[in-house]
Structure formats: structure tokens, C-alpha cells
């Protein structure tokens, strides 16, 4: 099985720079996109629908912020949308397609600066109450791909010159440590450092690929049963759809509707 995670900032630019076309060529089984940018009633034109997939959408309260979507070869059982988390519903997206004893995620996490004391309280709620959700479902049979930008990067060589960067959020000790216990504590899987240790892999360019810095912020996150299961994974930097490159992970994985 194929999956592709990707960080739109706007699926309409992105679109239009060939984001699909790219990905159809890598014969993907599911694609996970953030950022839409677009509320779900703009979405139904054929250019976001590509053939052969089903799509499923879940837009910002006011359509024109975050969003995510999941295009998926087989037809899934069910597909869920939010957390069920009251207040962290609305600072970050997430949607979830279940197929058999698997279901694969679309996360955004809500992003935050120094500037705005609030952005950073809000964020760190998201981040606990998500804690305690992926606490809960590890411990159920159901194994879980969790594709996404989270907003933070992990260790020091997932950010370029990570000494000038310690302070900011996306790379706050407490941000860093709350991956420790995903990684650790949870049992959950960064699935591409599984397959890739080299220290100058990154996925985010903030100020465009010349801008001198450069962060790994977007992950598949997988529960720990399928950790024997990945086999590859790339981020592709040929060609500049947005400010992200995409994230190609594959696994051993039949994927298969319940």
C-alpha cells in the first residue's frame, strides 16, 4: 500500500503548480492532503476529484482556513470526521477513513507564534487532549496511519541550524517532548525515520526553498503493530507545490474495505 501526505497551503495553487498530476503518477492507494484552503462546496469541480478515487473533505469553520481531505482507491466502511474533542476540533482538521482493522488519518495541527500567547495555550491543548485519544485507541486491535503536518519538529536534525530555532514554537522543548512520549511511552512510529536516518531530510520551507530555513514537520505516524510493516518512504523535492514537499511512505499492507 501507497500513501502520500501532503501540505497544500491551498489546494487551489497547488492544483494548479501540478500537485495531482505528480501524485497520479506515483499510483498512490490513499492521498492525504492539509491545507485546503477551500470550503467543501468548491471543492466538487473535477480538477480536486481525480479519477479513480472516492474524496472525502473536512473544511474550517469559515472555509477559507486549514481543511483536509483523503482520496482513497477503495471504498472505506466509514469515514470520521473531528476528534470528538470539544475545543480542539476547532484549532486543528483531522478526518479518518476505516477499512479493515486499519484506519488511516488526515491531521492539521493548529500552528502557533510567540507573538499570540493564545495561539500557543490553544496549541498545547490540541496536542494534550490528542495525547489522550491516541492513548485510548492503541490500545484497541485497530492499527492506525496518522498522516499529517503537525507543527513540530522532533529532534535536532529534523531542523536546519536547530540551535537558532530552540525557542520557537515548532521546536519548544515541551513540543519536543510531547514527541518523545508518542515515539516512546505510546509506542507510536515516525514511520519515515524508520526507513530514513539521514540528517538533511526536510519537509518545510517557511520563507520558499532559498530562505535558509528548513524543518521536518510533516509525518505518517503509525501505531506500533505496524512498525515490521513499512518498507520505504521518500519526501519528493523536484518539484515546489507549496512551501511542503509531499511525504510517499509505502507498507506492507493489503489495504482491503471491512
Excluded at 491551498?10 to 491545507?35: M, T
Excluded at 488526515?106 to 502557533?112: K, T
Excluded at 498522516?147 to 541550524?161: I, K, L, P, Q, S
Excluded at 519515515?192 to 510533516?218: I, K, L, T, Y
Amino acid at each position: 500500500m501507497r500513501v502520500i501526505s501532503f501540505c497544500a497551503d491551498g489546494l487551489r495553487e497547488a492544483e494548479s503548480k501540478g500537485f495531482f498530476e505528480w501524485a497520479l503518477r506515483q499510483d498512490p492507494d490513499i492521498i492525504c492532503v492539509q491545507d485546503l484552503r477551500l470550503s467543501e462546496r468548491k471543492l466538487g469541480a473535477a480538477r480536486y476529484n481525480p479519477e479513480g478515487y472516492f474524496a472525502y473533505f473536512w473544511d474550517s469553520i469559515e472555509g477559507t482556513t486549514n481543511g483536509v481531505a483523503i482520496y482513497t482507491r477503495k471504498l472505506p466502511k466509514a469515514i470520521m470526521t473531528g476528534l470528538g474533542l470539544g475545543e480542539a476540533d476547532g484549532e486543528g482538521r483531522y478526518i479518518q477513513a476505516d477499512f479493515e482493522n486499519i484506519s488511516i488519518a488526515c491531521l492539521l495541527a493548529p500552528a502557533a507564534s510567540l507573538d499570540d500567547a493564545g495561539s500557543l495555550a490553544r496549541k498545547s491543548r490540541f496536542f494534550e487532549q490528542l495525547q489522550s485519544q491516541l492513548d485510548k485507541v492503541r490500545k484497541k486491535r485497530r492499527q492506525y496511519i496518522l498522516c499529517g503536518n503537525w507543527n513540530m519538529a522532533h529532534t535536532a536534525r529534523d531542523v536546519h541550524r536547530a540551535t537558532a530555532h530552540q525557542d520557537e514554537p515548532g521546536f519548544l522543548a515541551a513540543e519536543r517532548l510531547w514527541l518523545d512520549t508518542l515515539f516512546g511511552t505510546l509506542g507510536y512510529v515516525d514511520a519515515f525515520r524508520a526507513v530514513n536516518a539521514d540528517d538533511d531530510e526536510f519537509s518545510w520551507w517557511p520563507a520558499g526553498r532559498d530562505g535558509g530555513q528548513a524543518w521536518r514537520v510533516d509525518y505518517q505516524v503509525v501505531s506500533g503493530g505496524l512498525r515490521g510493516m513499512i518498507e520505504y518512504g521518500t519526501l519528493y523535492k523536484g518539484q515546489e507545490f507549496s512551501s511542503h514537499a509531499p511525504l510517499t511512505m509505502d507498507y506492507d499492507i493489503e489495504l482491503e474495505r471491512l
